[in-house]
């Protein structure tokens, strides 16, 4: 059924259509439409039997999906930001263990300074966890997406991230389809647990395990990713034969097939990125879009063939890993081992900051004269930042960093006032 709706409500009901039986979550923004939706469902019937589980903290979310899921049910939850980081040894947890736990991540930034707004470093902090990690361009591909994250997690026996933009999606208002549940439950089985606790035959889980094994059971984790690798590409072939959408998959791309730049991004900011893009065709410029929805596992093989024709890759992204440059960029520059072209990281949308199409067009046309830097942070204030510096270097006690760019950036506004 095609409804307007906003982004938060198109989750909770495309979760509920997957039927999950416990449900865990701690508040925090940009995330909590979601589970208020979820909560309101279960409490009045519409999802049911399911528990839902009012928890204390992040950390207790995933302790109680993980004791769920190890229990023979279908486990979800959702976080953000500082939220993601306090689960963090549970996230670890939960995939060590191999529990199939679906979990939204409303991806916003880290502090300090403390900020609400979107940009993908909560996810990015945790890519190495073993989960999978997939990430929504739509809210409607976020619906989807959830859908098949439940029948890849318990097909592989790994945990599943669905990443969407913090408020970007979450809030926004769009037509989305949302199937019936008869498709659904055609689509995703009852969940047939690969492992549950029994105590009437009791064993141990999360044991501690030497060196005599441990390698072992860490390459383990890499073997199921890489099966994943093969079944989330098939997985989006079966949705799209019963729901009619082609939704999902390791990648996708836009005016590829000719083009001497590709840009590379994940989320929400593909679609600015394409309509700046069918901008500059129409100037005449050879570039084209390649969209990552399978980051972890990443999709090495699928990346190089779909840039490999290009002459320059320029890389968007919405995190950076402070003292290297692009964390996106290096997953690509690995795809791309051996290929001679000219490569460029571009940062951009940090703590919310609007990415707009002047600044799209500007950098891509720099790009293209093989103008732009290695690495650029889009529509930065360096004279605010060399400021600061100079300060620093003088041994002013300023304070924090931020405090006085913004005491800098109050007094600048008051005076234009």
Request: aromatic letters at 6%; hydrophobic letters at 45%; glycine letters at 8%.
């Amino acid at each position: 059924m095609l409804r307007q709706i906003e982004g938060s409500r198109a989750v909770a009901e495309a979760v509920a259509l997957a039927r999950p039986q416990v449900i865990c979550a701690y508040p925090i923004s940009p995330q909590t439409h979601i589970v208020e939706a979820l909560g309101e469902l279960v409490k009045t019937g519409a999802l049911s039997p399911c528990e839902f589980v009012n928890v204390e903290s992040e950390f207790a979310a995933m302790s109680v999906a993980i004791g769920a899921s190890a229990a023979g049910a279908r486990a979800y939850t959702a976080t953000a930001s500082q939220g993601l980081l306090f689960m963090a040894e549970s996230v670890y947890n939960a995939s060590g263990l191999g529990l199939p736990i679906v979990m939204t991540v409303a991806n916003r930034a880290i502090g300090a300074p403390i900020n609400i707004w979107n940009d993908h470093s909560d996810a990015m902090s945790q890519r190495d966890c073993g989960w999978i990690q997939l990430f929504a361009e739509t809210n409607q591909e976020a619906a989807d997406l959830h859908l098949q994250a439940f029948r890849l997690a318990e097909e592989v026996s790994l945990p599943v991230m669905v990443c969407m933009d913090g408020f970007i999606l979450t809030h926004a208002y769009e037509r989305v389809d949302l199937p019936e549940q008869a498709q659904v439950d055609a689509f995703l089985p009852p969940y047939a647990p690969r492992q549950m606790l029994d105590p009437a035959e009791p064993v141990s889980i999360g044991a501690m395990v030497g060196p005599e094994a441990f390698t072992e059971v860490r390459y383990l984790a890499h073997a199921r990713q890489m099966w994943a690798l093969e079944r989330i590409p098939q997985i989006a072939a079966e949705f799209q034969a019963i729901f009619g959408r082609d939704s999902g998959g390791l990648l996708h791309t836009y005016r590829c097939d000719d083009a001497h730049t590709i840009v590379v991004a994940l989320g929400s900011v593909l679609g600015t990125i394409k309509d700046t893009v069918d901008d500059l065709r129409a100037q005449g410029h050879a570039i084209g879009v390649l969209g990552i929805t399978s980051f972890r596992p990443f999709p090495l093989a699928a990346v190089r063939e779909a840039l490999q024709h290009a002459q320059r890759v320029v890389v968007l992204e919405k995190s950076f890993s402070v003292g290297l440059g692009g964390i996106v960029a290096n997953d690509v520059r690995s795809a791309l081992s051996g290929i001679r072209l000219h490569g460029h990281t571009v940062v951009a949308g940090l703590g919310g900051r609007a990415i707009t199409q002047a600044s799209l067009e500007r950098v891509f046309l720099q790009a293209m004269r093989d103008e732009l830097a290695p690495l650029t942070f889009l529509d930065m204030d360096w004279g605010l930042v060399e400021r600061q510096l100079e300060r620093e270097r003088r041994g002013e006690r300023s304070g924090p960093a931020a405090e006085a760019m913004l005491r800098e950036v109050g007094a600048v506004a008051s005076r234009v006032r």
